[in-house]
């Protein structure tokens, strides 16, 4: 844990973090010999920048979001700082020991969750596979015995300990990814995309466990996800990452508080037209985003039409018209409530779920 | 962090490592039963071939001529011993680099990498498991050649051997260990794996006598450690020779084992690094 001039104690922190991958190229049979093409610079055609000198400051104790769409950098950030990627610039500080000169006293310090249940032996037990990872943390034998018995009895396999994964449930699997992490006590947990692939009974179990292990076992825990309910719900403070860069960084409150001033109408409809964004951007220019999250017609979700910003609550008897032209169904018509899809559309005119464009 | 970090260097806890993965891998075979019919039935088959070619070039298992190169006119003990050796070359070249692959396929590698722990104990840990596994199917070919072929062990011959055996072993763990770092950064390592099991099959003397070989090829044939472990192996099993007269090839197995372990750390570290950077870590 480290200070700062406040005075707060910290136990991550990223200082001008950046990363970028660079497209391969065919360098012919003996190119690996050749020198890395680090030279490159960023933004040079082939390079995708994934990190672009990220700034954070996690708290000792909190829990913290790391909200954005997919490929946004949430990924990359979390295998920088478990040390799985080395970064190109900048470095983190974690637990008071640094990312690049202490790699082993950070691993030590850090458990993670990342690529879910796909990362287990699914041809071994829950147990075998918990002591395997336990003796890479050089715990004693009898404290792994004790220490995994504990933890599948936290998250309720112990009966099925003994059974291989491969005959476990995809949740199942995810408790004892979540296990793993928690072997060696440490301090600060990274968690990337926890609850993927959930049915909601197993995310809300998941949930309640990392609310548990934040409040009640006071570990810092860093959690990147795409889901802003989750981040909403669960995050003391939110990072907001778009195209590697972090854009807002505040409490969920302060972060909707942002929007909160603006005018947010949202439409809800059946069967908008397909251009639904751009043919009511041309009908009401002065309304400074609309996006449109279509509903899964297999399920019979209806889409939703959000008007954010400008004239949006004069214009919506235009674009109440204009979709009726188009044979729209609309079934109800909101002056809603901000939420970080609102804070995240603000900010980067990309939508969390598609990591478009809705500005365009 | 104070315990774990006093725990984090402990000699134990190194040795666990290594046991852990051997314990896990003997877990995924037990997992695969079918393992045990090849364990069965191969052992039985494989000699056959050598019998067969024997009898068609020679007329019988013994020849006068082959004894000029060999020191024993037996064929069978000869190839016995052969291809015990080699089946040590083989689980190194293929096991451990295949088994990074592997971990890398189900999404493991980037928690094994992640962990606190000198990877080369898990390394080590691999490596061990595939001699295991050479040692089992050896000792089955070796049961198979003193019930039908009469090949003789004595107990004073036993150390001798397991002793040049585990030198040839440590030296193949640092070639395990480079083709684990060309799995890391190429994602297979099988074809080079493949090319050096035939360097090795063509010029130690697998399944001939290295005196037998033109002058380029014993050349080539004394770069390689298996060389020096058949010959040695073969001096204490067949010809009786005593260990002491083999310091030289003693000498010449330890100077290689050095240069391997040294060279397998080094390229496994760099190529780790490489894809550390390059992103390329977990693909497959």
């Given at each position: 844990m480290f200070h700062d001039e406040s005075n707060d104690v910290y136990s991550i922190q990223t200082i001008n973090l950046a990363k970028s991958f660079r497209k391969k190229k065919h360098k012919g049979i003996f190119g690996f010999l050749r020198k890395n093409e680090k030279e490159k610079p960023r933004g040079h055609k082939g390079v995708t920048v994934a990190l672009d000198k990220v700034n954070l400051k996690i708290h000792t104790g909190e829990l913290f979001g790391l909200l954005g769409p997919n490929g946004a950098g949430k990924t990359t950030l979390v295998k920088c700082l478990s040390t799985i990627l080395i970064p190109d610039e900048g470095t983190a500080i974690i637990n008071n020991f640094d990312?690049?000169?202490?790699t082993a006293l950070v691993r030590a310090s850090l458990g993670m969750v990342i690529g879910g249940e796909r990362t287990l032996y699914w041809k071994l037990t829950a147990r075998d596979n918990l002591i395997y990872f336990a003796s890479l943390y050089k715990m004693p034998r009898r404290r792994i015995r004790e220490r995994v018995d504990e933890l599948l009895g936290i998250m309720n396999l112990l009966d099925r300990?003994?059974?291989?994964?491969?005959?476990?449930?995809t949740g199942m699997r995810q408790k004892v990814a979540i296990a793993r992490a928690l072997l060696h006590d440490p301090p600060v947990l990274l968690l990337d995309e926890p609850t993927l692939g959930l049915d909601p009974t197993f995310s809300r179990q998941i949930r309640s466990q990392i609310r548990k292990l934040s409040k009640k076992e006071k570990k810092t825990v860093l959690l990147a996800t795409h889901y802003m309910e989750e981040a909403d719900e669960l995050c003391d403070r939110i990072a907001i990452i778009n195209k590697g860069g972090i854009v807002a960084a505040d409490t969920p409150n302060r972060l909707k508080a942002m929007v909160r001033e603006t005018e947010i109408v949202e439409v809800v409809c059946y069967?908008?037209?397909?251009?639904a964004e751009q043919y009511l951007k041309s009908l009401c220019p002065d309304v400074e985003i609309i996006t449109l999250i279509r509903g899964e017609v297999t399920k019979g979700s209806p889409s939703r039409i959000k008007l954010i910003g400008g004239n949006a609550e004069k214009r919506i008897g235009t674009v109440v018209d204009a979709l009726r032209k188009k044979n729209t169904q609309i079934t109800s018509l909101n002056i809603s409530v901000p939420t970080l899809e609102d804070v995240f559309i603000k900010l980067t005119g990309a939508k969390l779920a598609e990591g478009g464009d809705a500005r365009q | 962090m104070t315990t774990q970090s006093l725990e984090m260097y402990s000699f134990k806890a190194n040795l666990q490592i290594v046991w852990s993965e051997v314990v896990k891998n003997f877990k995924f075979l037990m997992a695969y039963p079918v393992i045990f019919v090849f364990w069965t039935i191969f052992p039985f088959l494989w000699f056959i071939p050598f019998v067969f070619q024997g009898q068609a070039f020679?007329?019988?298992?013994?020849?006068a001529e082959f004894e000029k190169f060999a020191g024993t006119p037996d064929y069978i003990p000869f190839i016995v011993i052969g291809a015990i050796l080699n089946g040590y070359v083989l689980t190194s070249l293929y096991g451990v680099g295949e088994s990074i692959r592997r971990e890398a396929y189900r999404g493991t590698l980037d928690y094994l990498l992640s962990s606190p722990c000198n990877k080369a104990f898990i390394l080590i840990g691999k490596a061990l498991s595939e001699s295991i596994n050479s040692t089992i199917y050896a000792a089955i070919q070796l049961a198979v050649g003193i019930f039908l072929f009469g090949i003789e062990i004595t107990i004073g011959i036993i150390l001798p051997t397991v002793l040049i055996i585990f030198l040839l072993i440590l030296g193949l763990y640092g070639i395990s260990l480079m083709l684990a770092g060309v799995s890391l950064q190429f994602k297979q390592a099988h074809d080079v794996a493949h090319t050096l099991e035939y360097v090795f099959y063509v010029f130690?003397?697998?399944?001939?006598?290295?005196?037998?070989?033109p002058f380029w090829a014993q050349v080539i044939g004394r770069l390689l450690p298996l060389t020096y472990a058949l010959v040695a192996v073969r001096s204490i099993?067949?010809?009786?020779?005593?260990?002491?007269?083999?310091y030289q090839e003693i000498f010449l197995l330890l100077i290689m084992d050095i240069v391997a372990i040294l060279l397998g750390f080094y390229l496994f570290n760099w190529m780790e690094k490489r894809t550390k950077s390059s992103g390329a870590i977990s693909h497959y």
């Open positions: 990312i690049r000169k202490q300990a003994d059974e291989r994964l491969e005959d476990y449930s069967n908008p037209p397909q251009n | 020679v007329g019988s298992l013994q020849s130690s003397p697998v399944r001939y006598p290295l005196g037998s070989l099993m067949l010809l009786k020779q005593n260990i002491m007269g083999l």
